[in-house]
């Protein structure tokens, strides 16, 4: 097999692209240093106490300490939130199509997913105790209704906002059923279904961790969070939320970026490359 040879235009966009990812990444790491400055600056100058603001060496140290323990939580959280992010996508998606299939249902529906989907996350927690008790059960159940109307409302509009000439331009070419949802119908609702996934995972995480620390989980990052409040040890809430900031950032730029490009590259979406 031959390897395949770029055009000139597909080189010049590749080269920009690399470029920009490595001006991206010097702006990063400046920022980065410059907030490490100010911390260690802030610390030096001993405005607050070390009890309040530990200094960004005693933090590092407080990762060294926590070690595999940390992994261990992160683990735990990780299942969690993927558990709960897949049946939550999984619902919302069924839902969504079938508010589309029934009009009236979809129209009342609608109107609740939007009053839910405003609803805080932290709210469910009181309702899962009692309802489901002090579990996993009742801190997927947190993670699920927090994220599952986003879904909902997503694929909903986002099918629903398909305009109607490219649904009739496909049938009059003989597509219908399967093949007209699968080429038509998914394609021009890729934009509005990734906004709300992306949206989705976002309140999830905000729910998992608000969930593990009121819920008193006995793993997790959450878990990590509370016991530094209890024993009042900053450093270790200061690397839980590090890690929280990290795990966030690398899931946003590694996974929900790259997946809505391809996405959009596969169906014929990115103005990019136009």
Not at 2 to 23: A, M
Not at 51 to 76: R, T
Request: aromatic letters at 12%.
């Amino acid at each position: 097999m031959q390897p395949r040879k770029y055009s000139v235009e597909e080189k010049t966009r590749k080269k920009k692209s690399q470029r920009i990812n490595l001006n991206d990444l010097a702006n990063t790491i400046l920022f980065f240093a410059a907030f490490l400055g100010i911390w260690q600056l802030t610390f030096m100058l001993g405005i607050w106490p070390k009890v309040a603001l530990p200094s960004p060496a005693m933090v590092a140290q407080s990762f060294a300490e926590l070690n595999f323990s940390l992994v261990v939580n992160i683990a735990v959280t990780m299942w969690r939130l993927l558990i709960g992010f897949a049946i939550s996508i999984i619902l919302g998606v069924c839902i969504g199509l079938t508010m589309v299939k029934f009009k009236d249902f979809g129209k009342t529906m609608s109107s609740f997913a939007v009053g839910l989907q405003s609803f805080p996350s932290i709210a469910w927690v009181p309702f899962a105790i009692l309802f489901i008790g002090l579990n996993e059960y009742g801190i997927l159940f947190v993670v699920i209704m927090s994220s599952v109307f986003s879904v909902i409302l997503s694929t909903y509009n986002g099918i629903r906002s398909i305009p109607p000439i490219y649904i009739r331009a496909a049938r009059n070419l003989g597509a219908k059923g399967v093949s007209l949802f699968r080429f038509v119908m998914i394609p021009a609702a890729t934009p509005s279904l990734i906004s709300g996934i992306t949206q989705a995972w976002s309140f999830a995480w905000h729910a998992l961790i608000g969930a593990e620390i009121l819920m008193a989980a006995s793993l997790g990052l959450g878990h990590i969070l509370d016991v530094g409040r209890e024993f009042q040890l900053m450093d270790q809430i200061i690397a839980s939320m590090i890690t929280i900031f990290a795990i966030g950032l690398v899931f946003d730029r590694l996974v929900f970026s790259k997946l809505a490009n391809r996405l959009r590259e596969r169906w014929g979406l990115n103005q990019s490359n136009e």
